[in-house]
Nanobody
Framework: VQLQASGGGLVQAGDSLRLACAAS????????VAWFRQAPGKEREFIAS???????YYTASVKGRFTITRDSAKNTVYLQMNSLKPEDTAVYYC???????????????????WGQGTQVTVSS
């Protein structure tokens, strides 16, 4: 499966953005899909994931502000980001796996498919 991330941009603190991860070449509904981000000089970190069942997981720093959803008909997973902060500035990546187990959802090594990344910049 090929992933295409989009929707990044330059916004001000407090604004919202919606990222999209569109899949092609596979049945996306079979995959666990996650969003990661990497800020300059930092390691890539887990943001959120959504299971085939629709169950979601979030890292603490975004819980209550970010929402991950999937539209199976469009083969797309979204990351709605509200109340953005300057520390949310990063390149955001989507990733997918059909084999990852629940305990590894936050581990980037568990995902075999990655999108190209989309830049999100939040100014103060």
């Amino acid at each position: 499966v090929q992933l295409q991330a989009s929707g990044g941009g330059l916004v001000q603190a407090g604004d919202s953005l919606r990222l999209a991860c569109a899949a092609s070449g596979g049945t996306f509904g079979r995959y666990v899909v996650a969003w990661f981000r990497q800020a300059p000089g930092k390691e890539r970190e887990f943001i959120a994931s959504i299971r085939r069942s629709g169950h979601t997981y979030y890292t603490a720093s975004v819980k209550g502000r970010f929402t991950i959803t999937r539209d199976s008909a469009k083969n797309t997973v979204y990351l709605q980001m509200n109340s953005l902060k300057p520390e949310d500035t990063a390149v955001y990546y989507c990733a997918a796996s059909s084999t990852i187990i629940q305990s590894e959802y936050s581990n980037e090594r568990g995902y075999g498919y990655w999108g190209q990344g989309t830049q999100v910049t939040v100014s103060s």
